[in-house]
């Protein structure tokens, strides 16, 4: 053949640790691939996301709601909270604002106190969230007793 003054490198070999990382990815996929692909293993998030909120469930404590109507203390906790929690929202004077007003007898989803609480603590369709696990239920309560003086006014 002929000699360039070039240095070649066509019979150069791959390194040891380059090959040992090469399969060892494509060990690795083979066997992610074959674990977590619904259709071959069966595996699926939705599944243990299922469970989970089962398992959850059965050991959730129901939330009642408190009776705080008339307690002046309870009342005025009620007030604070919504200021920092639901203010944003339905403004500082409740009469609405990205949310409906809380002052009126006839909401939506309800006036009771039993409806109201749901409705914090489980949030409704288009645009409520859930604050029960942000405020829990003591402060969820208090602040129906403070939603029920409003309308009272």
Not at 66 to 90: L, M, N, S, V, W
Request: charged residues 25%; proline residues 7%.
């Amino acid at each position: 053949m002929h000699e360039t003054p070039e240095p070649q490198d066509g019979h150069n070999k791959i390194p040891k640790g380059w090959l040992l990382f090469f399969f060892g990815c494509i060990i690795f996929l083979v066997g992610y691939i074959v674990s977590y692909t619904p259709a071959i293993s069966g595996w699926s998030f939705y599944h243990n996301f299922e469970k989970e909120m089962a398992v959850a469930s059965k050991t959730e404590k129901p939330n009642a709601v408190k009776e705080y109507t008339g307690d002046k203390e309870a009342i005025r906790e009620g007030k604070e909270i919504f200021a920092t929690t639901c203010a944003p929202c339905h403004n500082a004077d409740a009469k609405g604002g990205i949310g409906p007003d809380l002052t009126t007898v006839n909401l939506k989803y309800g006036s009771a106190r039993k409806d109201l609480y749901e409705s914090i603590a489980k949030g409704r369709p288009n645009g409520m969230p859930s604050f029960l696990p942000q405020i829990g239920s003591e402060k969820s309560s208090k602040m129906v007793a403070f939603l029920e003086t409003l309308r009272k006014k």
